[in-house]
């Protein structure tokens, strides 16, 4: 199965990172940044939040961090909120975890389903590779043709054609079709993007997780 996915800015939620100058460098360039103490802070839900970003985005180089948490508990207090700190960046600092993590797991539910698909209709595929006549014209004639001698006039209309379609795959070399509601019935029926996406997120924050949770053992044993 060929697949091709967007491995651009993809995390567990959406973040930004924004830089602060050093109390020693407050008034420096923002060229200096590298050097800066870093907070990852997540918009998810943050309408307001991101009204306050944008006023600030322009001031945060020459702001030291204790200038902004200070600017912060005053927003928190106004709107009776906290901020939620993005507790992956000692685990996972330039993303390659959670990038991986997500890839693998997307990619895996596409290649699941795929070998369910391929799994579901193994019979009929046998039954074409068998047929007396080409392949090709055998499924056509059983599927598609209520004027042959080989046409099943037993399955429904829409049945006949999700098969065809997925058996001329098959015996092509094409991509079956992932939407399939006959061939993945029976595991729960089809995925919808936001499925996937979610199942992928999820599998990022488990991963994660556990290496939080190795990193806080680590340390306690230490």
């Not at 870093?38 to 020459?62: F, H, P, W, Y």
């Not at 106004?78 to 996972?92: A, C, G, H, I, W």
């Not at 089809?190 to 994660?208: F, G, P, R, S, Y």
């Amino acid at each position: 199965m060929n697949v091709t996915l967007n491995s651009n800015n993809y995390r567990f939620s959406s973040m930004r990172t924004v830089h602060f100058a050093t109390a020693e460098d407050k008034n420096t360039s923002a060229a200096h940044s590298s050097n800066r103490d870093q907070v990852t802070i997540s918009q998810e839900g943050r309408d307001s939040l991101e009204v306050l970003a944008d006023k600030v985005a322009n001031q945060l180089s020459a702001m030291t961090k204790e200038d902004f948490m200070d600017m912060l508990k005053q927003w928190e207090s106004e709107n009776q909120t906290k901020l939620e700190v993005d507790p992956y960046r000692k685990v996972d600092p330039d993303g390659s975890i959670a990038n991986k993590t997500y890839f693998e797991s997307y990619l895996g539910q596409l290649i699941e389903q795929e070998d369910i698909i391929k799994c579901y209709y193994a019979d009929a595929y046998k039954e074409a590779v068998s047929a007396p006549i080409n392949s090709l014209a055998f499924i056509s004639g059983k599927y598609l043709c209520d004027w042959s001698d080989y046409f099943d006039s037993s399955i429904p209309k829409q049945e006949r054609q999700w098969t065809h379609h997925q058996l001329w795959a098959m015996l092509t070399g094409s991509n079956v079709a992932l939407n399939d509601p006959y061939a993945l019935a029976a595991s729960g029926g089809t995925k919808t993007v936001d499925e996937m996406d979610a199942i992928a997120k999820q599998a990022v924050k488990d991963k994660l997780d556990a290496l939080i949770k190795e990193r806080e053992t680590s340390m306690t044993e230490a």
